[in-house]
């Protein structure tokens, strides 16, 4: 047995670098969101119960049935110009396509800390807690309505703290 691979195996023999139920979630999050045709912004959401099984995941992306190549994916210009009238975002998409009836109870791992209309489907939900990655947009009015009707809600919000590069390189 090499050096390394004797580092990483405890007395009982398993292996003990494997990832942590957080670091798994957040790679599914993270994954989901490559599914993403946004050009700027690949954000995904995967919803975990409270026995840690996947209900849900979800990507940003125009409505199913709706051409990607007819709609606008630009981000600045005339309203109706814009990807932003149009883009079911990835935490909208992992409530909808939930495979279970009920999300009480449950957290939802996003890669970008949701907007205020995401916001609202999270409480009327029942998710009760949101792990984010990325919080680029904290002092935009949507980030500011986001965590005002979740901190009036109960939701708990908290920023993903363990190591990244485990997730992104598949092993520490």
Not at 118 to 136: H, Y
Request: with cysteine; charged share 25%.
């Amino acid at each position: 047995m090499r050096h390394a691979d004797r580092k990483q195996r405890g007395v009982s023999g398993k292996r003990e670098d494997y990832l942590s139920w957080e670091q798994y979630f957040m790679a599914v999050a993270l994954l989901s969101g490559q599914r993403s045709k946004d050009p700027n912004t690949q954000v995904g959401a995967c919803i975990v119960d409270p026995r840690r099984r996947i209900v849900a995941v979800g990507y940003a992306g125009f409505p199913r049935g709706a051409s990607d190549d007819e709609l606008p994916w630009a981000r600045e210009g005339a309203p109706l110009e814009t990807k932003y009238p149009f883009v079911c975002h990835a935490e909208l998409n992992a409530i909808l396509n939930r495979n279970s009836a009920d999300l009480a109870g449950c957290t939802l791992y996003t890669t970008l800390f949701p907007c205020n209309e995401c916001a609202k489907a999270i409480i009327q939900s029942g998710i009760t807690e949101v792990v984010f990655l990325s919080d680029k947009y904290r002092d935009s009015d949507a980030g500011v309505a986001a965590r005002t009707l979740f901190r009036l809600a109960g939701v708990t919000t908290r920023r993903f703290a363990e190591p990244l590069s485990v997730v992104l390189e598949g092993g520490a």
